[in-house]
């Protein structure tokens, strides 16, 4: 009787370790889970495309500069991350992808343009790009990156489209869409649940979420086309 007495209390000892060191290996596993799963993921699409480091050796030669201005993107919502002040979404996405191309050193000029308003934004960008070809002409451009950010209902995608025109020709060199995703709103709702964080799930960083679409946007338009397809 005293053994089993003995091992008994034994028992009632261990327990309560077994259930600190289980629930330490379940904190641990879900910091690990929501370390590894969180992130953008983005995809384009390219409508047309051309082959552009071919393309500026053919045309630009005798040590002439190919020089490209990226105008802000046009954007239907009127959002600015919370870390970057009043700056607009379309101003951020074009900061961010003349950034990108300017470490790609395809073109040996690549610069912003500050104009965001002009007449018929999205029409602008859809039927006939002239005020965006004028803009580029005065400044005496060689090319002109637009985009139009299309975002409907939901902040955790976006929808990107972004031409790439040659300002002396007006014709379209590339012309692609690119859709972002992020899980991050949900990560961080689980995470508030389960008490990791203290972030609020309605909170949206949407820095990661632009320097994704700039990355993406920027590297599809620069593959070589043969290299894609392949």
Not at 11 to 22: D, K, M, N
Request: net charge negative.
């Amino acid at each position: 009787m005293q053994i089993r007495v003995v091992r008994n209390d034994f028992a009632r000892t261990i327990r309560p370790s077994r259930v600190i060191l289980l629930t330490l290996a379940v904190f641990l596993s879900s910091c690990s889970f929501l370390g590894d799963s969180v992130g953008e993921w983005c995809n384009t699409r390219a409508w047309v495309r051309t082959d552009l480091e071919s393309f500026i050796y053919q045309h630009f030669k005798n040590g002439q500069q190919a020089r490209v201005g990226v105008i802000p993107f046009i954007s239907q919502a009127n959002l600015a991350d919370r870390y970057d002040g009043q700056t607009g979404l379309g101003t951020q996405m074009a900061w961010g992808v003349q950034r990108e191309l300017l470490a790609a050193e395809v073109f040996p000029v690549v610069q912003m343009l500050a104009h965001e308003d002009w007449a018929g934004r999205k029409q602008e960008f859809f039927a006939g790009n002239f005020g965006s070809l004028a803009f580029a002409r005065d400044a005496g451009l060689d090319f002109v990156l637009i985009g139009y950010i299309d975002w409907p209902d939901r902040l955790d995608k976006w929808v990107i489209y972004t031409k790439l025109l040659d300002v002396h020709t007006g014709s379209t060199l590339w012309y692609g869409t690119s859709t972002v995703t992020t899980n991050r709103p949900d990560m961080i709702e689980v995470s508030s649940t389960l008490g990791l964080t203290d972030r609020r799930p309605d909170m949206y960083n949407m820095q990661q979420i632009r320097e994704t679409a700039a990355s993406c946007i920027v590297r599809d338009m620069i593959t070589d086309p043969e290299i894609d397809n392949g």
